[in-house]
């Protein structure tokens, strides 16, 4: 019950054992930690409302040479609130389903994302990870699907797996969570309902702040927080799956369990994001078991590498860590993993 993965020479070589499966991950994990505890979930949610409210207070009382570490602040702490929702999607808030989706949409709405439509297509994230054109979280392209790309898209892709990474998170909650032919039949009338409650949340939100605050407030309370709050979604999830040796493998190749275990990465961030953000970068026990709460990941985590220490992957986070990620992770290569886009005109 074993799986290995070595980069030899620059190339990725990997070798699993035929009876190693994810459920022998998720059995050497203590049972109680996936144990849900209605008062550590409901301390999330209130400390994370009050992180909010005081960076709102930062915002509205800050002179105007303090309002970038107000921005950061409550666009860091608005995070939390979608790290929340994300336990809701999950099923691993609470026990009964219909909390799960209040508190979901609920904490969903000021980033005007559609509950059900993000759950949907996250489950596939889950269910397909690293899986090369089924992944639909950072999965880098082939070489002969981004020839073939229209040059504008080419264009689009080059920034977003570039240097303009931290505008990732907005073009897939762009592209991806409004459109109703991402979803399967059975799923389309929540995802419907899910569109229309944000559309009317919109609706009533954005004029009402313009009337009370002008378009400085929209920006200033709304605006600027999302972006930040983008910044961190889209450099959270580029960094959970992204890394020179971590591979990506096409349907018949792919593992759950290595895809899980050795295809996502543990990264640390300054304490301050981690506790406004739930933990949610405590990323590998997230991998191994979605039902695992947020308040339990660091538990899990110490369980995982006592057992499967050799085949984690950990980092600090860095701007060398981001420049090694944007500037060689562009292209799916089966044998190295990556190749940069330069590389790939060769």
Known sequence: ???????????????????????????????????????????GVI??????????????YSPWYLLPLAWIFTGTALTGFFVIAHDGGHRSFSNRPWVNDLVGHIFLLPLIYPFHCWRFLHDRHHAKTNMVTIDNAWDPWELEAFNSANPLVRLFYRGIRGRFW???????????????????????EKARFSMIVVLVFAAIFFPT???????????????????????????????????????????EDWNQALAQLEGTVHCSYPRWVEILCHDINVHIPHHISTAIPSYNL????????????????ETQFSWALMKRIVDYCHIFDSETAYKTFKESRG
């Open 47 to 60: 400390t994370n409302i009050l992180a909010v409210i005081a960076g709102y207070a930062m915002l509205v």
């Open 298 to 313: 660091r538990k899990v985590h110490a369980s995982l590498q006592e057992n499967w220490g050799s085949h984690l992957k």
């Open 166 to 188: 931290w505008l990732g998170s907005i073009a897939h909650w762009a592209i991806l969570h409004f459109n109703i032919e991402q979803f399967k039949e059975n799923e389309r």
């Open 1 to 43: 019950m074993t799986a290995t993965t070595d980069k030899l020479h620059g190339e990725l070589i990997t070798s699993i054992e035929p009876d190693f499966k994810l459920k022998d991950i998720i059995q050497s994990i203590p049972k109680e930690y996936f144990q849900k505890d209605p008062l550590k979930a409901w301390f």
């Open 209 to 251: 702040l313009i009337f009370y605050t002008g378009v400085w407030g929209l920006v200033k309370f709304w605006v600027v927080p999302w972006f930040v709050y983008h910044f961190w979604m889209s450099t959270f999830t580029l960094v959970h799956h992204t890394n020179p040796d971590i591979q990506f493998f096409h349907p």
